[in-house]
């Protein structure tokens, strides 16, 4: 994948597990961002363990200026049953306030976009509903929203599931 280049001086590249540390200072400000700090337990090493990973269990796109990594996007690649082929699912995506609108955003789509289009593969993602401006990005580069419930089982909830109910005989 070339380094694409946007707004002067702004480049987006893959990230590599060396950039585990510049990831987690990133994910760390968009969850302080979301207001949702104290539910994020990222780490360094398992970040660097994710990115690292052969294949990797996490990717990550860096957009990075004169001052250092402004923002990123993270994504998995997997197997969607329904289509029959593998997709890939972007978990977040995040740029800095002090550059938003410097097109940064659509640089890191961009990246996903020729990722996508290079190995066959659509991109799904989640998004919070309440996020209009996020809406409208997406809307704006092509993407289709489609609404779903989204559920996730944590695991204390599993736990007491399987306390409470027998595996079938």
């Known amino acids: 994948m070339s380094q694409e280049?946007?707004?002067?001086?702004?480049?987006?590249?893959p990230?590599?597990?060396?950039?585990?540390p510049v990831?987690?200072?990133?994910?760390?400000e968009f969850a302080t961002h979301e207001e949702s700090l104290q539910s994020m337990s990222a780490t360094e090493p398992r970040l660097r363990e994710a990115l690292g990973a052969r294949p990797p269990l996490l990717r990550a796109a860096l957009v990075e200026g004169p001052e250092g990594a402004v923002g990123f996007a993270t994504y998995?690649?997997?197997?969607?049953?329904?289509a029959n082929s593998r997709v890939i699912r972007l978990d977040d995506l995040y740029v800095r306030a002090s550059v938003r609108g410097?097109?940064?955003g659509r640089a890191l789509m961009r990246h996903l976009a020729e990722v996508g289009t290079?190995?066959?593969?659509?991109?799904?993602?989640?998004?919070?509903?309440?996020?209009?401006?996020?809406?409208?990005?997406?809307?704006?580069?092509?993407?289709?929203?489609r609404e779903k419930t989204v559920f996730r089982w944590m695991p204390d909830a599993m736990r007491r599931f399987l306390a409470e109910t027998e595996p079938l005989a």
Do not use: H
């Open 76 to 82: 998995t690649v997997d197997f969607m049953t329904w």
């Open 118 to 145: 290079a190995e066959g593969m659509p991109v799904r993602w989640e998004m919070r509903p309440d996020n209009a401006s996020a809406r409208a990005f997406y809307t704006r580069i092509g993407a289709l929203a």
């Open 23 to 28: 990831l987690l200072a990133l994910l760390r």
């Open 15 to 20: 990230a590599s597990e060396a950039d585990a």
């Open 5 to 13: 280049k946007t707004a002067p001086s702004f480049q987006v590249r």
């Open 102 to 104: 410097a097109g940064l």
